[in-house]
């Protein structure tokens, strides 16, 4: 394991917020930036760059995405010529380089909703040229992106990679707000054209609505008496920073709770996250775009990080590789068949080697499919 560092609140809490939620006075994370020296890692075959310091993250279940879109691309051509892959969360870009790395010809295009993360990425992969781009969009854009690189949105994509949730390159500056270990402004949005922030739904919205955010999109049970707290403390002051939330959660719930099932901020803090940045509702719709811009032969492999995102991309794979034919007839009708098959059985997680060279991924859930030819489709 690599070392850790440690990083200290900007702002003194009272003492039984600190006392419950010790990370807030400091947090040892291996994703902190500068917690670990530059070195090289060989994975599937390449070596990729692990610098925390420089990139902030390192990426997951590298070795298996690289062997589950490797089909698809050396289809193409023996090094990847005229194949092209989309990483869809581009991130500080380790996926992608990975993949320019095993891959001598194939083109990558890099999506991402942060400004700073893409231009982190297009740094790191400029060694690339021509066969790397990057993109300012959301995952829920991929017929865009596509066709400011040149492509059709549909049938013209051999590979399309998603790493869902918060990176930790964004975790790491404590500015953006989205880790409950630092006290930082109360933003959360992972890109800055967005209006709305985490202190905005804390300081306007009303009780119920705030209750329905934190139960449906953080399954947390203590929603109710988290939002009724939320509304009594902004009567006298207005939430600015995480701090004043983690101490108001450590007030809101019940001490048994606070105890058990890791850190109480963590569900609360999801919640407002996924709200700011409408994620469940661009991965509803970056799914079916995914899976219309693949070539026949082409797969879609997608990391997700909590029960909420795993379960869509569960329930939009359990539909594109079912068969269409109406209940109660005999036979297949054609055409009517499955368009994809699935590539994993139920969702792959990481082995305890990876999590112990990576703690991002012990949570982490992956799926995979492939579009069928029209040979296995006949």
Same mark, same amino acid.
């Given at each position: 394991?690599?070392?850790t560092?440690?990083t200290?609140?900007?702002?003194?809490?009272? +003492?039984?917020?600190?006392?419950?939620?010790?990370?807030?006075?400091?947090?040892?994370?291996?994703r902190d930036?500068?917690?670990?020296?530059?070195?090289?890692?060989?994975?599937?075959?390449?070596?990729?760059?692990?610098?925390?310091?420089?990139?902030?993250?390192?990426?997951?279940?590298l070795?298996?995405?690289?062997?589950?879109?490797?089909p698809?691309?050396l289809?193409?051509?023996?090094?990847?010529?005229?194949?092209?892959?989309?990483?869809?969360?581009?991130?500080?870009?380790?996926?992608?380089?990975?993949?320019?790395?095993?891959?001598?010809g194939?083109r990558?295009?890099?999506?991402?909703r942060?400004?700073?993360?893409l +231009?982190?990425?297009s740094?790191?992969?400029?060694?690339?040229?021509?066969?790397?781009?990057?993109?300012?969009?959301?995952?829920d854009?991929?017929?865009?992106?596509?066709?400011?690189?040149?492509y059709?949105a549909?049938?013209?994509v051999?590979?399309?990679?998603?790493?869902?949730g918060?990176?930790s390159?964004?975790?790491?500056r404590?500015?953006?707000?989205f880790?409950?270990s630092?006290?930082?402004?109360?933003?959360?949005?992972?890109?800055?054209r967005?209006?709305?922030?985490?202190?905005?739904?804390?300081?306007?919205?009303?009780?119920?609505?705030?209750?329905?955010?934190?139960?449906?999109?953080?399954?947390?049970?203590?929603a109710g008496?988290?939002a009724?707290a939320?509304?009594?403390?902004?009567?006298?002051?207005?939430?600015?920073?995480?701090g004043?939330?983690?101490e108001?959660?450590?007030?809101?719930?019940p001490?048994?709770?606070?105890r058990?099932?890791?850190?109480?901020a963590?569900?609360?803090?999801?919640?407002?996250?996924?709200?700011?940045?409408?994620?469940?509702?661009?991965?509803?719709?970056?799914l079916?775009?995914?899976?219309?811009?693949?070539r026949?032969?082409?797969?879609v492999?997608?990391?997700?990080?909590?029960?909420?995102?795993?379960?869509?991309?569960?329930?939009?794979?359990?539909?594109?590789?079912?068969?269409?034919?109406?209940?109660?007839?005999?036979? +297949?009708?054609?055409?009517?068949?499955?368009?994809?098959?699935?590539l994993t059985?139920?969702?792959?997680?990481?082995?305890?080697?990876e999590?112990?060279?990576?703690?991002?991924?012990?949570?982490?859930?992956?799926?995979a499919?492939?579009?069928?030819?029209?040979e296995?489709?006949s």
């Amino acid at each position: 394991m690599a070392g850790t560092t440690a990083t200290r609140a900007s702002r003194s809490l009272p +003492e039984p917020a600190l006392a419950y939620f010790p990370n807030v006075r400091s947090t040892h994370s291996g994703r902190d930036l500068g917690a670990r020296a530059r070195r090289r890692i060989r994975c599937g075959g390449v070596t990729v760059t692990n610098d925390p310091g420089r990139f902030g993250h390192i990426p997951v279940l590298l070795d298996r995405c690289i062997d589950l879109l490797a089909p698809a691309v050396l289809a193409v051509s023996d090094d990847g010529t005229g194949a092209v892959v989309i990483d869809a969360t581009l991130g500080a870009g380790g996926h992608s380089e990975a993949i320019l790395q095993r891959f001598s010809g194939v083109r990558v295009i890099g999506l991402d909703r942060d400004p700073s993360a893409l +231009e982190i990425a297009s740094d790191r992969l400029a060694p690339f040229g021509d066969r790397f781009t990057a993109v300012y969009a959301r995952y829920d854009e991929i017929a865009r992106a596509l066709a400011e690189s040149g492509y059709p949105a549909t049938n013209s994509v051999d590979g399309i990679l998603f790493d869902l949730g918060v990176s930790s390159m964004q975790l790491d500056r404590t500015e953006r707000g989205f880790a409950y270990s630092v006290d930082a402004p109360l933003d959360m949005r992972m890109d800055y054209r967005l209006s709305l922030t985490a202190a905005d739904i804390l300081n306007s919205y009303e009780q119920g609505e705030i209750a329905a955010i934190l139960r449906e999109f953080g399954e947390e049970k203590f929603a109710g008496r988290i939002a009724a707290a939320v509304v009594r403390r902004r009567r006298t002051v207005p939430f600015r920073t995480t701090g004043e939330l983690v101490e108001l959660l450590y007030q809101a719930i019940p001490a048994p709770a606070r105890r058990t099932g890791g850190h109480p901020a963590k569900r609360t803090f999801q919640a407002l996250r996924v709200a700011v940045n409408g994620e469940l509702d661009s991965l509803r719709a970056a799914l079916p775009a995914a899976l219309a811009a693949t070539r026949p032969g082409g797969r879609v492999v997608v990391m997700a990080y909590q029960s909420l995102e795993d379960r869509i991309v569960k329930n939009a794979f359990a539909a594109a590789t079912a068969n269409r034919t109406p209940e109660g007839l005999p036979m +297949e009708l054609p055409g009517y068949g499955p368009e994809f098959t699935t590539l994993t059985r139920g969702a792959e997680r990481a082995d305890a080697a990876e999590i112990e060279r990576n703690p991002r991924s012990a949570p982490v859930r992956l799926r995979a499919v492939a579009r069928l030819t029209d040979e296995e489709r006949s």
